[in-house]
């Protein structure tokens, strides 16, 4: 009896292992997509890194309820989406409070002038401006060069679906940007 | 800025360029190690699930062997006690009684050879209660030949009416006995009780 409980449990124990070899796998693998799936929605390098775990302590704590290990990626990036957007949310509330009491600071340092930092900043203004929808289409899109199904995987739609997202995210963002060439914020 | 200069210039190939270009940027060296070291704390917190279940398996299989294993004890102990409380109601063979204890004569019943309607025998209701007539009542003992010859008489008197001259005939020794002489009693007298002599008027 003690004999087989034993061999019962070092099989489970083993399994276990087994458990925690894949997620150090899938660890090794996502970790780049899950800050840069952060980083799409905060653009704050820290704050990307600080979700980007917090989405892996979760995914460490349900991992073994996940059936379909295939569809980690998916689930991890469902995941540091949701838990990117609250941390946007609640960053924007405290920035709004510090804003009240802030001094007024200068517009511009000497680096914002850089035509390529300038030309980001624009293209992550015309980002926020889409609905979150059409935004998880598009960073997506633009990490690691994911295709339409992948896209689709990812976020668990249909590829026309995300083709129909992807045509509305990119007419509007030439829209807006076209709009801000043609008018230039004043410095 | 020049794939912006114009409107046709800012096509979907330079929007995606751009944007890989604005997404690609790599988490700092320490974010592996820091995602790790939280996972193991997690892990370190939060013990396997499996170690869970063995233990409770383990401990719910002690559990039930010590109930099984105690009710097994107590049947035995009860099934002991009741053997030792049937054995010396039973009639040693030999026609000798091995064991001390008063011999039952009592012709009234035909009771003198079986067990004492003790209490010993009936099944308790309790779990733990021990026969009680072990302790509060007498064994009755009987030779084997005695519970023999008993056995017979009733049998005898229940089926055919006893012939006395035969028996007479039978045990001339029993006829030989004459009967006893007229019993004579003494009359009985009072003596009226009195203070002795010596201890009355003593006083001073």
Known sequence: MHEYVGRLADGLVAVDDDVEREFETRLAESSTLAFRVAFGVLRQRQDAEDVAQEAFVKAYRCFRQLRDRDRFRAWLVRMTWRLALDRQRSNRRRATRELEHATPTPAANAADTIVAQERTAQLWQAIDRLSDKLRAVTILAGIEGHDLREVALLLNLPEGTVKSRLFLARRQLKEQLQWTITNPPRR | ?204
């Open chain 2, 1 to 204: 800025m020049d794939d912006h200069e114009s409107a046709e210039a800012l096509t979907d190939a330079a929007l995606d360029r751009d944007l890989e270009a604005a997404l690609a940027v790599d988490p700092s060296p320490e974010f592996g190690v820091r995602v790790r070291t939280r996972v193991q704390s997690e892990r370190d917190a939060a013990p396997s699930p499996w170690r869970w279940r063995i233990m409770a398996a383990a401990a719910c299989v002690a559990i039930i062997a010590l109930v099984v294993g105690t009710s097994r004890q107590d049947r035995a102990r009860v099934a002991r006690e009741e053997s030792t409380v049937r054995r010396p109601a039973t009639v040693t063979s030999g026609g000798q009684d091995t064991r001390p204890g008063p011999v039952a004569q009592d012709s009234t019943a035909g009771q003198a050879f079986r067990p004492a309607p003790t209490t010993a025998f009936r099944k308790s209701t309790g779990r733990r209660s021990r026969p009680r007539a072990a302790v509060g009542e007498p064994e009755l003992l009987i030779a084997a030949g005695e519970a023999r010859a008993l056995r017979q008489l009733f049998s005898n008197a229940r089926t055919a009416p006893i012939d006395l001259p035969s028996l007479q005939e039978a045990a001339p020794a029993i006829a030989a006995l004459q009967p006893p002489s007229e019993i004579a009693f003494p009359p009985i007298t009072f003596e009226p009780i009195g203070p002795a002599p010596a201890e009355e008027g003593d006083r001073q």
